[in-house]
Structure formats: structure tokens, C-alpha cells
């Protein structure tokens, strides 16, 4: 299995300001993906991310509002920019490992 | 485009008794994943449980079962003697086996979740 740490696991944003998670692997693996969970919904897929590329944003997410970067094999961020009340939800990294697909804990982002 | 489909929004069980939770999904593909991730107050998202759909047996990891009908596209998962630490949100996900090793497939498609109550 691969074991994932995602930072920061909670926090209160201000509206207007941005916010890196970090997500970090402690094994290399190729695809990497970013998912939104709004309160009480289920989990809603913003972008892949691979080593090397351009991430590959679904629809309904851009590139301004959510920047990713994908240095490495074993570590990706996601920006939540210019945040308003409406992004206040839980983010979560994945990974592909093993044909199965592994969550970090999660960030739960409150914006005020 | 596939599509996952959890019917029961709640569902309780009381404990050490069975309980079975239900899934459809629809498809055009002949391969794929099938997962039941489970959801505590945590928010962290365990699997419970995958189902190669190559596979005609069904998976079983301890108290937890699957019962995966690939004709009817039904993937539903059973609890045996259900136990307090079982209470949370649970999620059927399907995955396409196209794409394996790169691009933008490969991300899971999530049901809605079922919350599953277990009674003293």
C-alpha cells in the first residue's frame, strides 16, 4: 500500500486569500489526483496531476482557481486561490498504486 | 460516461447483525475496478474492499463481502456482525482499467454515499 501525508489537515482562510496543500507519497507513483468533497456531497474530481506534464483539469475547474504543481514522483500541491465561502470543503490527494487507488486524510479548509 | 449510483442515502444496523449496502453502476466498458471506501467523522477515506471485474468471484476482506453481479451492474456490499467502529459514510467507486499507466483516466467515480448507523 502507499502511505500518504497531506498538510495542512484543517485550517480557517480568509476570503480573497489562497492556500497550498501539500501531499506527499512515500512511494513514486505516476498519477496523482486531486478531489474536492463539499460538505455532505460526495467526492467530486478536480484534476490529475503526473510527473511531467500539465495537470488534467475536469470540467467546471481551471487552472487560475486551482494551480497545481507535480515536481516529482512523490510529492504534489494544489492551490486554492482567491477563496470564497463556497470553497470551503475537504480536498483530498490520491494515488494510484497497486491497481488501487489510496487517500491522504484530507484538508478540511473553512473559509470565512 | 460512467456513472455510480448508491440508492439508500441511510441505512441502520443493529450490532452484530448483517447488513448489506447497494450499488449500480453504468458502463460500456468490459474492464474495470469496482471499490467500497468507507468514511468516518475523520473524513479520512479507507478501502474497504475491490473487485477486479475480470474476476467472477467475489471479494471478501474478513466481515466485509461483496456480491458483484457484472450482467446486472450491481457491485452491493455486505457487513457481517456489524460493530460500532462500522458506523460512516460509504462509498461505491469505479474506476475504467483503460489507461492504466497515465493520462487523465484512472480517477474514481464516486456514488453519492450511504451513511450506515450501528445501534448498540
Known amino acids: 500500500s502507499a502511505v500518504i501525508s497531506q498538510k495542512p489537515s484543517r485550517d480557517i482562510c480568509q476570503r480573497g486569500t489562497s492556500l497550498t496543500i501539500q501531499c506527499q507519497v512515500d512511494s513514486q507513483v505516476t498519477m496523482m489526483f486531486w478531489y474536492r468533497q463539499q460538505p455532505g456531497q460526495s467526492l467530486t474530481l478536480i484534476a490529475t496531476a503526473n510527473q511531467g506534464s500539465e495537470a488534467t483539469y475536469e470540467s467546471g475547474f481551471v487552472i487560475d482557481k486551482f494551480p497545481i504543481s507535480r515536481p516529482n514522483l512523490t510529492f504534489s500541491t494544489l492551490t486554492v486561490s482567491n477563496m470564497s465561502p463556497e470553497d470551503s470543503s475537504i480536498y483530498l490527494c490520491?494515488?494510484?498504486?497497486?491497481?488501487?487507488?489510496?487517500f491522504g486524510e484530507g484538508s478540511w479548509l473553512t473559509v470565512v | 460516461a460512467q456513472t455510480v449510483t448508491q440508492s439508500q442515502p441511510e441505512m441502520s444496523v443493529q450490532e452484530a447483525e448483517t447488513v448489506t449496502l447497494s450499488c449500480t453502476y453504468d458502463?460500456?466498458?468490459?474492464?474495470?475496478?469496482l471499490f467500497w471506501y468507507k468514511q468516518p467523522p475523520s473524513r479520512q477515506m479507507i478501502l474497504v474492499i475491490r473487485q477486479e471485474a475480470y474476476k467472477q468471484q467475489n471479494a471478501t476482506e474478513n466481515r466485509f463481502s461483496v456480491n458483484f453481479q457484472k450482467a446486472a451492474k450491481s457491485f452491493s456490499l455486505k457487513i457481517s456482525d456489524s460493530q460500532l467502529g462500522d458506523a460512516a459514510m460509504y462509498f461505491c467507486a469505479y474506476r475504467s482499467a483503460v489507461g492504466l499507466d497515465g493520462g487523465s483516466q484512472g480517477n474514481l467515480i464516486f456514488g453519492k454515499g450511504t451513511k450506515l448507523s450501528v445501534k448498540p
Open positions: 458502463t460500456s466498458e468490459s474492464d474495470y475496478y
Open positions: 490520491s494515488v494510484v498504486f497497486g491497481n488501487t487507488i489510496y
